[in-house]
Each structure stands twice: as structure tokens, then as C-alpha cells.
């Protein structure tokens, strides 16, 4: 079997997603992860599949939605990307909110960067002059909470922001 992601971009309407799944549907694979989101006003599709088709194959059966104006790009992932095992961490959820300016994403991602804290999902959205960020990211253990604590205080008063960071509890599935 062969794995895939697939990032499917174009502007907002109804039927992108049909006609996405439509095609890997026809050839025979699977959606095994996805995230699909409108960003202001273009709509995009991020999906890891498997099957038995190859590369090129799906490169062409996706050409025609090319010329309908999305912009197609897949990548072929390996096995052993896929089957890689990934560390069981704890989970936190982080909230920005303040008034819009350049740097905020970068200062925050920045300074969880500096910590080796991975981010899973980081969502942005700006209302008026209010921009909200949230940020789902996965603490090694080695984090000291405390100090962490006492750095993005030091980042809201730089920023002048509130934020906000809650530990989830994760079920197994």
C-alpha cells in the first residue's frame, strides 16, 4: 500500500470536498487523516490516504480539478514516516488573545520551539482589531511547568496579550 498527503487549495464554494473524495474514492483509497478548513475566504484540504495506485496516477486523476482552479499537490509519504511510533505526551491547550500585530505567532511558537514543545494544531483567527490564536502542543516531561509559567508572563506583558494554558486530559482510543 502506498501513502499519500494531499493539500487541495482553492477558493470557497460548495463541492470541493465532494469532488476531492470523489476521486480517491473511484481509485480505491482510504482517508486515513484529514483536516479541512476555510481561511478567510480559500478553502483547503490537507488528507493522508493509502492504496495501491501510484504516484503519477493520482497526479493525473487530480489534473482535472487543476483546471477548475484548485491547487493540487501531493506528496508520497514513506513507511516509515507513516509507522513511526510517536511518544505519548501530555497535552496542553494554549489560548492567545490581544489586539492584532505582527509577531505573535512567532514569538509564542518561538519560545515553545525553545522548550522542544511540539505543536499539533495551532488555529488563528482575527475578529475586528481582537486576534485569537489557539495552539493544542504536546510538553516533554523534561518542561518545568513553573519556569514555563514565568516565561509567557514575560511574553504577555512584551506582547500585550493574554494567555491562557489549560493541561487536557487525553483518552486512549
Avoid at 494531499?6 to 487523516?33: Q, Y
Avoid at 495506485?53 to 484548485?70: C, I, P
Avoid at 497535552?91 to 500585530?101: E, L, T
Amino acid at each position: 500500500m502506498n501513502h499519500f498527503i494531499i493539500v487541495a487549495i482553492g477558493e470557497d464554494k460548495p463541492g470541493i470536498v465532494a469532488k476531492v473524495t470523489e476521486i480517491l474514492f473511484k481509485n480505491g483509497f482510504n482517508i486515513e487523516d484529514s483536516s479541512m478548513t476555510r481561511l478567510n475566504n480559500e478553502f483547503t484540504i490537507m488528507l493522508i490516504v493509502k492504496g495501491d495506485k501510484s504516484l503519477e496516477h493520482l497526479k493525473q486523476e487530480f489534473s482535472q480539478l487543476e483546471k477548475e482552479g484548485l491547487t493540487i499537490i501531493i506528496k508520497e509519504v514513506s513507511e516509515v514516516v507513516i509507522n513511526k511510533p510517536r511518544k505519548k505526551l501530555p497535552i496542553f491547550n494554549i489560548a492567545v488573545y490581544g489586539s492584532d500585530k505582527p509577531g505573535i505567532v512567532y514569538k509564542v511558537s518561538k519560545l515553545l520551539a525553545d522548550k522542544g514543545i511540539n505543536i499539533s494544531d495551532l488555529r488563528t483567527e482575527k475578529v475586528n482589531s481582537l486576534y485569537i490564536m489557539f495552539i493544542e502542543s504536546e510538553f516533554p516531561e523534561e518542561v518545568d511547568i513553573l519556569e514555563f509559567n514565568r516565561e509567557i508572563e514575560k511574553l504577555k506583558q512584551e506582547l500585550d496579550v493574554d494567555i491562557e494554558i489549560e493541561n487536557v486530559e487525553t483518552a486512549e482510543l
